[in-house]
């Protein structure tokens, strides 16, 4: 898969290529070792594999051999398409599943008298601790003026 890695842009770049040359429509389908899902189409691999699975525009004789690897091509479509939709799915859980994690862990992270900064004043309701937040913010502010003024 490191070749593929390294190939990757000029493979989709050739594909295109062949696709806009040719008039035809291109769809590519790999997978990593680790089970990353990669995928090229033109116009995209949705449109190509439907119009695959549905034998649109397909040079299909009436020969019984082209019928017979027809019907295997379709079903292994079919299959690639599913494993295909089961990975969105996944991804898309585990997207989710990262973002509520992250999302946890900052609302768990403990403020520290020295991490005051990381406190939304929104979420704040007393006064008293909004009145602290506003004095630290402009001591800081301060500070920072008096550091930007040293410099120059």
Excluded at 28 to 50: C, M, R
Excluded at 81 to 90: F, G, P, S, T
Excluded at 92 to 112: C, F, I, R, S
Aim: net charge negative; hydrophobic share 35%.
């Amino acid at each position: 898969m490191v070749t593929f890695y390294k190939r990757k842009e000029k493979i989709y770049t050739k594909l295109s290529e062949m696709s806009l040359l040719c008039g035809a429509d291109v769809g590519f389908l790999v997978y990593s070792n680790s089970g990353i899902l990669y995928t090229f189409g033109s116009p995209s691999f949705e449109v190509v594999a439907k119009q695959f699975l549905n034998g649109e525009d397909s040079s299909s004789t009436s020969l019984p051999q082209q019928s017979i690897i027809d019907a295997q091509h379709k079903k292994k479509m079919e299959e690639l398409c599913k494993v295909y939709n089961n990975l969105l799915e996944k991804a898309d859980a585990e997207n989710q599943k990262g973002m509520a994690m992250a999302k946890a862990e900052t609302e768990a992270l403990p403020v520290e008298k020295d991490a005051w900064w990381r406190v939304d004043p929104t979420t704040v309701k007393d006064k008293e601790v909004l009145k602290q937040l506003l004095e630290k913010y402009e001591d800081l502010y301060e500070k920072l003026c008096d550091k930007v003024v040293a410099r120059n």
